[in-house]
Protein backbone atom coordinates (compact mmCIF):
# COMPACT_ATOMS: atom_id res chain seq x y z
CA UNK A 1 0.00 0.00 0.00
CA UNK A 2 1.36 3.38 -1.48
CA UNK A 3 1.51 5.83 2.19
CA UNK A 4 1.85 8.60 0.74
CA UNK A 5 -1.39 8.14 -1.07
CA UNK A 6 -3.66 7.05 1.80
CA UNK A 7 -2.04 10.21 2.98
CA UNK A 8 -3.46 12.26 0.24
CA UNK A 9 -6.75 10.47 0.36
CA UNK A 10 -7.30 11.36 4.53
CA UNK A 11 -6.56 14.90 3.06
CA UNK A 12 -8.81 15.05 0.23
CA UNK A 13 -11.70 13.79 2.29
CA UNK A 14 -10.77 16.25 5.20
CA UNK A 15 -11.28 19.03 2.62
CA UNK A 16 -14.27 17.35 1.12
CA UNK A 17 -16.12 17.12 4.70
CA UNK A 18 -15.00 21.08 5.55
CA UNK A 19 -16.60 21.86 1.73
CA UNK A 20 -19.79 20.10 3.03
CA UNK A 21 -20.39 22.08 6.47
CA UNK A 22 -19.72 18.82 8.19
CA UNK A 23 -17.54 20.50 11.06
CA UNK A 24 -16.25 23.79 10.71
CA UNK A 25 -12.88 25.46 12.43
CA UNK A 26 -10.33 22.31 12.93
CA UNK A 27 -13.18 19.97 15.05
CA UNK A 28 -13.52 16.79 13.40
CA UNK A 29 -11.15 14.16 11.85
CA UNK A 30 -10.51 11.72 9.66
CA UNK A 31 -8.14 8.02 9.16
CA UNK A 32 -7.29 5.45 7.18
CA UNK A 33 -6.33 2.20 7.72
CA UNK A 34 -2.62 1.47 7.30
CA UNK A 35 -0.63 -2.26 7.30
CA UNK A 36 0.82 -3.44 10.72
CA UNK A 37 -1.31 -1.91 12.71
CA UNK A 38 -0.54 1.99 11.69
CA UNK A 39 -3.14 4.16 11.15
CA UNK A 40 -2.83 7.72 8.80
CA UNK A 41 -5.37 10.71 10.70
CA UNK A 42 -5.29 14.35 10.44
CA UNK A 43 -3.29 16.42 12.36
CA UNK A 44 -4.62 18.58 15.44
CA UNK A 45 -5.25 22.25 14.97
CA UNK A 46 -5.04 22.24 10.93
CA UNK A 47 -7.75 24.08 9.41
CA UNK A 48 -9.73 21.58 6.37
CA UNK A 49 -10.04 23.19 3.49
CA UNK A 50 -6.17 23.49 2.53
CA UNK A 51 -5.53 20.43 4.22
CA UNK A 52 -2.52 18.65 2.12
CA UNK A 53 -0.76 15.16 2.35
CA UNK A 54 1.93 16.59 4.60
CA UNK A 55 -0.76 17.81 7.41
CA UNK A 56 -1.79 13.80 8.09
CA UNK A 57 0.47 12.03 10.51
CA UNK A 58 0.91 8.01 10.39
CA UNK A 59 1.09 6.93 14.02
CA UNK A 60 1.37 3.45 15.22
CA UNK A 61 -0.45 1.05 17.65
CA UNK A 62 0.66 3.36 20.55
CA UNK A 63 -0.35 6.44 18.92
CA UNK A 64 3.52 7.55 18.42
CA UNK A 65 3.98 8.91 15.13
CA UNK A 66 6.07 7.74 12.63
CA UNK A 67 5.59 9.80 9.71
CA UNK A 68 4.56 13.58 9.73
CA UNK A 69 5.99 16.02 12.21
CA UNK A 70 2.31 17.55 13.21
CA UNK A 71 0.49 16.04 16.43
CA UNK A 72 -2.15 13.61 15.02
CA UNK A 73 -5.51 14.23 15.99
CA UNK A 74 -7.04 13.89 19.77
CA UNK A 75 -9.42 11.77 19.13
CA UNK A 76 -6.85 9.23 17.86
CA UNK A 77 -7.33 7.04 20.38
CA UNK A 78 -11.23 6.66 19.17
CA UNK A 79 -10.34 5.92 15.65
CA UNK A 80 -7.75 3.63 16.81
CA UNK A 81 -10.61 1.56 19.27
CA UNK A 82 -12.75 1.18 16.00
CA UNK A 83 -10.55 0.06 14.13
CA UNK A 84 -9.50 -2.36 16.45
CA UNK A 85 -13.09 -3.29 17.33
CA UNK A 86 -13.69 -3.73 13.61
CA UNK A 87 -11.82 -5.61 10.67
CA UNK A 88 -14.26 -4.58 8.18
CA UNK A 89 -13.49 -0.53 8.58
CA UNK A 90 -10.88 1.25 6.50
CA UNK A 91 -11.64 4.55 7.11
CA UNK A 92 -13.15 6.92 9.66
CA UNK A 93 -14.99 10.45 9.78
CA UNK A 94 -15.86 12.02 12.58
CA UNK A 95 -17.99 15.27 12.11
CA UNK A 96 -19.89 18.05 14.57
CA UNK A 97 -22.51 18.64 11.38
CA UNK A 98 -25.46 20.45 12.78
CA UNK A 99 -28.60 18.27 13.09
CA UNK A 100 -26.63 15.25 14.31
CA UNK A 101 -24.95 17.04 17.00
CA UNK A 102 -28.25 18.52 17.92
CA UNK A 103 -29.60 14.50 17.98
CA UNK A 104 -26.70 13.88 20.03
CA UNK A 105 -26.87 16.82 22.66
CA UNK A 106 -30.75 15.41 22.94
CA UNK A 107 -29.40 12.41 23.86
CA UNK A 108 -31.38 10.42 21.09
CA UNK A 109 -30.75 7.41 19.00
CA UNK A 110 -32.01 7.89 15.04
CA UNK A 111 -34.81 4.92 14.41
CA UNK A 112 -34.90 3.02 11.45
CA UNK A 113 -37.03 6.09 9.63
CA UNK A 114 -35.83 5.42 6.53
CA UNK A 115 -35.04 2.65 3.45
CA UNK A 116 -31.29 3.81 2.91
CA UNK A 117 -30.08 4.05 6.66
CA UNK A 118 -30.79 0.18 6.95
CA UNK A 119 -29.11 -0.75 3.63
CA UNK A 120 -26.65 1.47 4.12
CA UNK A 121 -25.60 2.35 7.47
CA UNK A 122 -26.83 -1.11 9.13
CA UNK A 123 -29.92 0.20 10.99
CA UNK A 124 -30.93 2.46 13.71
CA UNK A 125 -28.18 5.26 14.12
CA UNK A 126 -27.56 4.55 18.37
CA UNK A 127 -26.18 7.31 20.66
CA UNK A 128 -23.56 6.68 22.74
CA UNK A 129 -23.62 7.09 26.55
CA UNK A 130 -21.63 10.64 27.87
CA UNK A 131 -18.07 10.72 27.93
CA UNK A 132 -15.02 13.20 28.16
CA UNK A 133 -13.58 13.97 24.98
CA UNK A 134 -10.13 12.37 23.42
CA UNK A 135 -10.92 9.79 26.75
CA UNK A 136 -10.73 6.05 26.51
CA UNK A 137 -13.90 5.98 28.21
CA UNK A 138 -15.34 7.72 24.87
CA UNK A 139 -13.70 5.51 22.62
CA UNK A 140 -14.78 2.15 24.35
CA UNK A 141 -18.57 4.19 24.13
CA UNK A 142 -18.51 4.70 20.71
CA UNK A 143 -17.41 1.75 19.67
CA UNK A 144 -20.42 0.10 21.56
CA UNK A 145 -22.77 2.51 20.31
CA UNK A 146 -21.30 1.72 16.90
CA UNK A 147 -21.68 -2.37 17.45
CA UNK A 148 -21.97 -3.54 13.48
CA UNK A 149 -23.72 -0.58 12.11
CA UNK A 150 -21.56 2.17 9.94
CA UNK A 151 -22.84 5.19 11.71
CA UNK A 152 -23.37 6.26 15.55
CA UNK A 153 -23.84 9.33 17.57
CA UNK A 154 -21.40 11.00 19.92
CA UNK A 155 -23.89 11.88 23.33
CA UNK A 156 -23.15 15.80 23.15
CA UNK A 157 -20.50 15.59 20.93
CA UNK A 158 -21.42 14.94 17.09
CA UNK A 159 -21.11 11.83 14.98
CA UNK A 160 -18.76 9.18 13.43
CA UNK A 161 -19.62 6.84 10.38
CA UNK A 162 -17.31 4.13 8.97
CA UNK A 163 -16.88 2.59 5.96
CA UNK A 164 -14.25 1.13 3.40
CA UNK A 165 -12.02 3.31 2.95
CA UNK A 166 -12.37 7.37 3.99
CA UNK A 167 -14.53 8.10 0.99
CA UNK A 168 -16.73 5.59 1.99
CA UNK A 169 -17.27 6.48 5.11
CA UNK A 170 -17.29 10.32 4.27
CA UNK A 171 -20.27 9.35 2.26
CA UNK A 172 -21.95 7.38 5.39
CA UNK A 173 -21.26 10.85 7.42
CA UNK A 174 -23.07 13.11 4.30
CA UNK A 175 -26.27 10.50 5.03
CA UNK A 176 -25.93 10.03 8.38
CA UNK A 177 -26.46 13.91 8.60
CA UNK A 178 -29.35 14.05 6.17
CA UNK A 179 -31.26 10.82 8.01
CA UNK A 180 -30.94 13.49 11.08
CA UNK A 181 -32.21 16.42 9.74
CA UNK A 182 -34.86 14.16 8.34
CA UNK A 183 -35.69 12.72 12.16
CA UNK A 184 -35.24 16.80 13.63
CA UNK A 185 -37.72 18.06 10.60
CA UNK A 186 -40.44 14.52 11.05
CA UNK A 187 -40.33 14.76 15.11
CA UNK A 188 -41.42 18.74 14.60
CA UNK A 189 -44.35 18.25 12.70
CA UNK A 190 -45.03 14.56 14.20
CA UNK A 191 -43.79 11.41 15.38
CA UNK A 192 -40.96 9.53 13.42
CA UNK A 193 -42.56 6.58 12.47
CA UNK A 194 -40.09 3.71 12.44
CA UNK A 195 -40.10 1.11 9.13
CA UNK A 196 -41.73 -2.24 9.99
CA UNK A 197 -39.87 -4.75 11.72
CA UNK A 198 -39.96 -7.20 9.01
CA UNK A 199 -38.67 -4.60 6.09
CA UNK A 200 -36.08 -4.01 8.60
CA UNK A 201 -35.33 -7.25 9.19
CA UNK A 202 -34.80 -7.97 5.11
CA UNK A 203 -32.93 -5.10 4.47
CA UNK A 204 -30.51 -5.22 7.96
CA UNK A 205 -29.26 -8.92 5.48
CA UNK A 206 -28.55 -7.10 2.82
CA UNK A 207 -26.00 -4.88 4.64
CA UNK A 208 -24.82 -7.32 6.40
CA UNK A 209 -23.98 -9.36 3.22
CA UNK A 210 -22.66 -6.39 1.83
CA UNK A 211 -20.07 -5.61 4.95
CA UNK A 212 -19.03 -9.42 5.03
CA UNK A 213 -17.90 -9.02 1.08
CA UNK A 214 -15.81 -5.75 2.72
CA UNK A 215 -14.52 -7.96 5.26
CA UNK A 216 -13.61 -10.53 2.74
CA UNK A 217 -12.02 -7.97 0.42
CA UNK A 218 -9.96 -6.31 3.14
CA UNK A 219 -8.27 -9.70 4.40
Do not use: W
Request: hydrophobic share 45%; with cysteine; net charge negative.
Amino acid sequence: MNTERVREQVAEVARKMAELGLVSGTSGNVSARLPDGLMAITSMGRGYMDMKADDIVVVDGDLDPVEGDLTPSSESLLHAAIYGARADVGGIVHTHAVYSSAVAAAGMAIPPIVDEMVVTLGGEVQVSEYAPPASEEVAGRVCEALGNRDAALIRNHGAVAVGADPEAALKASVLTERIAQIFVLSSAIGRPTALPEEVVASEAAIFEMRRAARREKMR
